[in-house]
T-cell receptor
Framework: DTAVSQTPKYLVTQMGNDKSIKCEQN?????MYWYKQDSKKFLKIMFSYNNKELIINETVPNRFSPKSPDKAHLNLHINSLELGDSAVYFC???????????????FGPGTRLTVL | AQRVTQPEKLLSVFKGAPVELKCNYSYSGSPELFWYVQYSRQRLQLLLRHISRESIKGFTADLNKGETSFHLKKPFAQEEDSAMYYC?????????????FGSGTRLQVQP
């Protein structure tokens, strides 16, 4: 019944490694997002996809590459991990369109990434 | 550019006391404002949105365009209200649906 799910929940890895975080939503939404929450709990948008098309890319290093194989999935691949990448990454989804006046986003549980 | 400011990192009150979590925004167009809440070990969830003018769990928030504010209020705080609260803005008229969050305010309600 989980609306937005992420795997893994925790990820501990060494600097320089490549890792992926997966996100799936079963709400039938057409827009998905990745947010980063740093150690001070500040949340910031990284990417946004609408119908598998990238619509927002917020000055994120090229080492981060989102991939959307279909509307229900938005994965985040990170190359050459750095210490500063340690954070909690949240996936979210929403339904867009003229008929939708709200923009309620549904969030996943988060993935806590620790880079050693 | 859009910006959301939550001036208080921590707000500590006693049970039964009134609560006001401040939020100010900067946006040139017509914004959508939201309050999201994150309880301990839980995911972020929507608490309130300005467009619906509703009261959820006793919380209300009114959009004041003159003061560019969207403060969250509750007349009598409960211990279960302890959580991290985020004010967020969406640029509805620009089609930019991604949320711009404030830095968050941790509400601690003491018994």
């Amino acid at each position: 019944d989980t609306a937005v799910s992420q795997t893994p929940k925790y990820l501990v890895t060494q600097m320089g490694n490549d890792k992926s975080i997966k996100c799936e939503q079963n709400l039938g939404h057409d827009t998905m997002y990745w947010y980063k929450q740093d150690s001070k709990k500040f949340l910031k948008i990284m990417f946004s996809y609408n119908n598998k098309e990238l619509i927002i890319n917020e000055t994120v290093p090229n080492r981060f590459s989102p991939k959307s194989p279909d509307k229900a999935h938005l994965n985040l691949h990170i190359n050459s991990l750095e210490l500063g990448d340690s954070a909690v990454y949240f996936c979210a989804s929403s339904q867009e369109g003229l008929a939708v006046s709200y923009n309620e986003q549904f969030f996943g549980p988060g993935t806590r990434l620790t880079v050693l | 550019a859009q910006r959301v400011t939550q001036p208080e990192k921590l707000l500590s009150v006693f049970k039964g006391a009134p609560v006001e979590l401040k939020c100010n925004y900067s946006y040139s167009g017509s914004p959508e404002l939201f309050w999201y809440v994150q309880y301990s070990r839980q995911r972020l969830q929507l608490l309130l949105r300005h467009i619906s003018r509703e009261s959820i769990k006793g919380f209300t928030a009114d959009l004041n365009k003159g003061e560019t504010s969207f403060h969250l209020k509750k007349p009598f705080a409960q211990e279960e209200d302890s959580a991290m609260y985020y004010c967020a803005l969406s640029g509805r008229d620009t089609g930019r649906r991604a949320l711009t969050f404030g830095s968050g305010t941790r509400l601690q309600v003491q018994p």
